[in-house]
């Protein structure tokens, strides 16, 4: 839209406003005015929900901006229970532009991956979605790479070229883990510490894969897009926790994050090894 706008008006139409840099008085003195030496103009409002004045004078000054004022207002995390949201809705072209789930990012990837003349199969985009995650753009950029290097994607050029998340393979790692798989686990393990990911990082990724799996595991019965929703999370991560869920008894995940925090503190305190320390804590895990 911003593009569109500046190629038809110019660049010198266009205000940008951070609302949690500016005041209230700023924004409407933004809105309110007329354009000057152009036909029209837009701001730009990212993030206007912080700033209260601005939710509480909304309905008012939204429905006076000028014929010749296009605004354009950027909210990347909105509470749907609000008035200002349902505001949002009445009186704008209100555009929600959501993550997409594992499902709909392959059937993406597939259909990208077509339009730049490649081929790349269901089981194929899932190996790459899984690999490297939720992130929409970086799909295309990894897409754009393989498609150029093979026209025809394979799980042998998708592994040689892409570079699995570590946050993917910490996941791989608890699933392995509570599958009771050990020895593919502390493979994983090895494979983050060859990437460079120091023993505190991993610490705290598999603190937030063990927050996720309480959550989805505490709100047995809802969707995956309802506990997102709440949670301010991504749906993607949420549905693959979900997954894992249903192999992992409450108390066993109730132990596993006293076990980890007690490990994290007494890193803090004592004179051990990281990694040493991890690998036992991967090990009981796996063997209860």
């Not at 500016?22 to 933004?30: K, T």
């Not at 991993?202 to 997102?228: C, E, F, N, P, S």
């Amino acid at each position: 839209m911003l593009s569109e706008f500046v190629a038809r008006y110019g660049d010198m139409a266009v205000e940008r406003l951070d609302a949690e840099e500016v005041s209230y008085e700023r924004i409407q003195e933004a809105v309110s005015s007329m354009p000057f030496l152009v036909e029209r103009k837009l701001v730009v409002l990212r993030q206007p929900s912080q700033n209260k004045e601005f939710v509480e004078g909304f309905e008012a000054w939204i429905t006076a901006v000028p014929d010749e004022t296009d605004v354009l207002i950027i909210e990347p995390k909105l509470d749907r229970r609000s008035v200002y949201f349902k505001q949002l809705k009445k009186y704008t072209e209100f555009k929600d532009f959501t993550a997409l789930d594992t499902n709909a990012l392959v059937a993406y990837a597939v259909s990208y991956a077509s339009k730049q003349q490649g081929v790349l199969s269901n089981a194929n985009a899932r190996l790459l979605v899984d690999r490297i995650g939720p992130n929409q753009l970086q799909l295309e950029h990894e897409l754009d790479k393989l498609v150029a290097f093979e026209p025809t994607i394979t799980s042998d050029s998708i592994k040689r070229l892409t570079e699995a998340s570590p946050q993917s393979n910490i996941f791989d790692l608890i699933q392995a883990t509570f599958s009771g798989n050990g020895k593919y686990a502390l493979r994983l393990y090895e494979e983050q510490r060859a990437l460079g990911v120091e023993p505190q990082q991993i610490i705290a990724m598999l603190a937030w894969q063990l927050h996720l799996l309480a959550l989805t595991k505490t709100g047995a019965g809802k969707t995956a897009d309802t506990i997102a929703r709440d949670a301010k999370l991504n749906p993607f991560i949420v549905k693959k926790s979900q997954i894992l869920a249903t192999n992992v008894g409450l108390r066993d995940l109730q132990s596993s994050v006293q076990e980890l925090r007690e490990l994290s503190m007494r890193l803090k305190r004592e004179s051990m090894s990281a990694d040493e320390v991890i690998r036992y804590f991967i090990v009981s895990l796996s063997t209860r």
